[in-house]
């Protein structure tokens, strides 16, 4: 069973900067293109894509968070992150890292609350 778990989510002002991991396997990281969601408060059943990141290198980005949030990943330690800065309140969510390829697997959740 692959695992993928997040972390470094927590509470920051409005205008400031977090930065998201997410550890995962090594056969999943080499194979399976990563990827940042979030579940903003009272939307149970929506999650917005934020980001991925391919096998390849190459990266895409949801307009919400383009020009502020930055995916990357680790080959040496298996890991995805998601650094974001000028952070907003609208930002406020659980932050969950994907992994899609022939399976697809999510983490458990970070939560991040943007609020002074």
């Known amino acids: 069973q692959a695992q993928l778990v997040e972390s470094g989510g927590g509470l920051v002002q409005p205008g400031g900067s977090l930065r998201l991991s997410c550890a995962s396997s090594?056969?999943?990281?080499?194979?399976?293109?990563m990827g940042w969601y979030r579940q903003a408060p009272g939307k149970q059943r929506e999650r917005e894509w934020l980001?991925?990141?391919?096998?390849?290198?190459?990266?895409m980005y949801g307009d919400s968070v383009k020009g502020r949030f930055t995916i990357s990943r680790d080959s040496a330690t298996n890991t995805v992150y998601l650094q974001m800065n000028n952070l907003k309140p609208d930002d406020t969510a659980v932050y969950y890292c994907n992994a899609a390829g022939a399976s697809i697997y999510w983490g458990q959740g970070t939560q991040v609350t943007v609020s002074s």
């Open positions: 980001a991925s990141i391919f096998t390849g290198g190459g990266t």
């Open positions: 090594g056969s999943i990281f080499k194979d399976y293109t």
